[in-house]
């Protein structure tokens, strides 16, 4: 099996950070791309950030120059570094990866994590 965990989503007010991980295990040969997505209450979900193997990105319009997104191959871990927090970030915060494992290859969802921007 392959699974996705993440952690690191909370409370925060505006202009603070948060960041959140998302690990992925199981019998995993390899990762090709990672990204985060985010879900708001009536709204579909949006990608946030993306990162390939190479380590290439893109960003949605409304997180760029605050958001950073990251990975660690050793640790099968994609991160993202929150910053600059706005109340429109609020949602539900999803990782998704790609993996190459055989015949469990394909994408795989977190669980999401909350974050929540209020003062």
């Known amino acids: 099996q392959v699974q996705l965990v993440e952690s690191g989503g909370g409370l925060v007010q505006p202009g603070g950070s948060l960041r959140l991980s998302c690990a992925a295990s199981?019998?995993?040969?390899?990762?090709?791309?990672m990204g985060w997505y985010r879900q708001a209450p009536g709204k579909q979900r949006e990608l946030v950030a993306a990162?390939?193997?190479?380590?290439?990105?893109n960003y949605a319009d409304s997180v760029k120059g605050r958001f950073t997104i990251s990975r660690d191959n050793a640790k099968n871990t994609v991160y993202l570094q929150m910053n600059s927090l706005k109340p429109e970030d609020t949602a539900v915060y999803y990782c998704?990866?790609?993996?190459?494992?055989?015949?469990?290859?394909?994408?795989?969802w977190g669980q999401g994590t909350q974050v929540t921007v209020s003062s």
């Open positions: 998704n990866v790609g993996v190459v494992a055989g015949y469990l290859s394909g994408n795989y």
């Open positions: 199981g019998s995993i040969f390899s990762i090709y791309a």
């Open positions: 990162i390939t193997s190479g380590g290439s990105t």
